[in-house]
């Protein structure tokens, strides 16, 4: 620990079972932020906030965006991935973070001035937070229960939910898949490598990079060949998840596998026995094999992706399923739907779980009409009485609260009536940081169609 000009707390514990006399005093050491990167061999600059823009910060909101900054202090200058210090409008420290000179976000707050000051260990020390909150991340899952002997599939680190703003790890059997969409991830490439490998089990590590992401973060990897970064893992791996198997390839959609989906699968296992049922947009099978695994007679898939329902396909052996009782088909959601329509073709429940129509707020109202028009569809092949489950993953969509309307809009359109079953979001391996909202994504409804 660096040694500045530290200042002395007391502190006294009395101990109830003690005899009264018995009081233990202890001393501690705090030291600043300041003092810290005072005396930091690299110098560090201070990214000082407007008046009036600080509190959003201290409130434990991750990323200072540059319309909330004054100055930058100090030379030379920070560059793309360093260690700032940022600070009110006095010039005082409120915390540390990771500078990006090209982002709209120009740092990502890491540690809060308190907790740097109660464990100084991890202040402006990438390499020992980043193996601090992995470690954290680790216990939680296992407080989760994750992983078990009937899933070994599920989200490690949660990005702002795991306090690690850019970083996502997916856990699937020993493979650990890292989606990276901040620049300081990369930058840290090696050293997060090292703390994921020291992971009891985990024996290859993956690196994807969302290239458009890191477009915006200023980096701009689309020259450098394969950017799924498999190093010595193999292509496909196999993982169970509820007790059901599956595949997945390391150059699948996302980081192969929607572990967000996890519970809201199980609970179509629950409703399915002898029911007829659909998954739209169903990937590599997903709620279609919870349905089946639960009892449905008769499950079908629909998804435009041949290589999620070749992979599909290959579940339903690898679980010993009934391909006369489930089956996918290529083909686009709504034209499927619309076939149905004429067709006259009903089913009990409904599963629709399109991709995210709404990657940003700008095409919020373009992805509502997207959104309606799906819905009035699968509301319209939802046998009168039955379910229908249907999802966003549109973080536009779950942060702007409409997608009930958008669902009423929807109910409308079709000349039915619904009402509201369950409401969820991703599983509980998502965790979600209460001062960054944007990290709530998943919406998934379950509506009786009437
Ligand atoms: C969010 S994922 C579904 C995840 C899946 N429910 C699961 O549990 O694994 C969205 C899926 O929609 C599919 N998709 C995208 N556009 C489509 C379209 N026009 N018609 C049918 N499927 C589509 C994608 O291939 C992807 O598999």
New binding site residues.
Partial sequence: MVVGSRFLMSRTFSLAAAPPTATITTTTTTTTLQEIASNHPKGIAKVVLKKGKTQLFRDGSPMVYSGAVDRIIGRPPPITGDAVLVADGTEKPIGWGLYNSVSMFCVRLMQLEDEATRDPSCALNVERLLENRINAAVTLREQLGLPSAKTNAFRLVNSEGDRLSGLIVDIFGDEAVVASSAAWVEKYKQQIRVCISKINNINHITWRPSLEILKEEGLDLSDSGNHVDLSNSPRMIKVVENGIAYLISMEG?KTG??AD?REN?KYISTISAGKKVL?????????ALNAAHGGAISVTG????SP?LDIAKENIILNNLDSTTISFKR????AFMKTAIHNGESWDIV?L????LAPRKKVLQNASGMYRNLNSLAMQITRRGGLLMT?S?SGAVTQSGKFLSILQGAASMAGRKITVIRQAGAACDHPIDPSYPEGAYLSNFLLRVL
Avoid: L
């Fill in positions: 959609q596998f929607y989906q699968r998954d739209i947009c169903c990937y590599t099978g997903g709620f629909v998804d435009s992706s999620a083909q686009d959601a709504t599963i779980d399109p991709p995210k999802c993953c």
